[in-house]
């Protein structure tokens, strides 16, 4: 009877020093697994973080030469509405010399008209 229970003790020893060895495989298996999936993943985030940081990068460059563009703009908008300050200033000035002499034209056919009327008048 000793025997027959040292026997199976052996076999249940056997066993379960065979399952954990498998266990233990299967372990390492699904590790070396896992470490491959993080690496994997890992090389995925460096290339999209490298990706991300060029087209910022990229980005960047626009926005600042879109800033100077910008600066540009506003600088000549600002030159074209001093120009036109000052064409306005010339242009009113113009008109209104322009007005003033039509009225002494004016005014001196008016006059010239009286005046022709008034010697006709007294020659008659």
Do not use: P
Not at 64 to 81: I, M
Not at 84 to 96: D, E, I
């Amino acid at each position: 009877m000793t025997s027959r229970l040292d026997t199976r003790i052996e076999e249940l020893r056997a066993r379960r020093s065979g399952t954990l060895r498998k266990t233990e495989a299967e372990l390492a298996e699904m590790q070396a697994q896992l470490e491959r999936s993080v690496e994997a993943f890992e090389k995925g985030v460096a290339a999209e973080v490298n990706r991300i940081g060029g087209v910022m990068q990229v980005t960047g460059r626009r926005v600042v030469a879109a800033e100077k563009r910008q600066a540009e703009l506003e600088a000549n908008l600002a030159a074209l509405a001093e120009e036109s300050r000052v064409l306005l200033r010339r242009h009113s000035r113009l008109g209104l010399g322009i007005l003033i002499g039509s009225a002494m034209i004016g005014g001196v056919i008016v006059f010239g008209a009286a005046w022709d009327a008034a010697l006709e008048c007294w020659y008659m």
